[in-house]
Nanobody, 114 residues
Framework: EVQLVESGGGLVQPGGSLRLSCAAS????????MYWVRQALGKGPEWVSI????????YYADSVKGRFTISRDNAKNTLYLQMNSLKLEDTAVYYC???????WGQGTQVTVSS
């Protein structure tokens, strides 16, 4: 059975940091492009970051560039998103996903508030 399980979300003050994890099972994340996507309340989904298979190139939305870092540990079959200098507008549910296979996690809530 394929599963993507996110964790690491929570409540943090502006300027703080969080590290999201996405544990995969049923397939190898190293073989696929992996995405972090977020959705704020009342808004559509927004891709945040991508790490490609193979060369492991990384891509970031302009809104998070320089603050977020995506990475993967193939031995643990886990995807990560290190989020630093968090802003109020980063508040959203964060999902990991493999769009090419249409696999999505259940999401983890990140709330940035003072």
């Amino acid at each position: 059975e394929v599963q993507l399980v996110e964790s690491g979300g929570g409540l943090v003050q502006p300027g703080g940091s969080l590290r999201l994890s996405c544990a995969a099972s049923g397939f190898s994340i190293g073989s696929y492009d992996m995405y972090w996507v977020r959705q704020a309340l009342g808004k559509g989904p927004e891709w945040v970051s991508i790490i490609s298979s193979g060369e492991y190139s990384t891509y970031y939305a302009d809104s998070v560039k320089g603050r977020f870092t995506i990475s993967r540990d193939n031995a643990k079959n886990t995807l990560y998103l290190q989020m630093n200098s968090l802003k109020l507008e980063d508040t959203a549910v964060y999902y990991c996903a493999t769009p090419s296979l249409d696999y999505w996690g259940q999401g983890t809530q990140v709330t940035v508030s003072s």
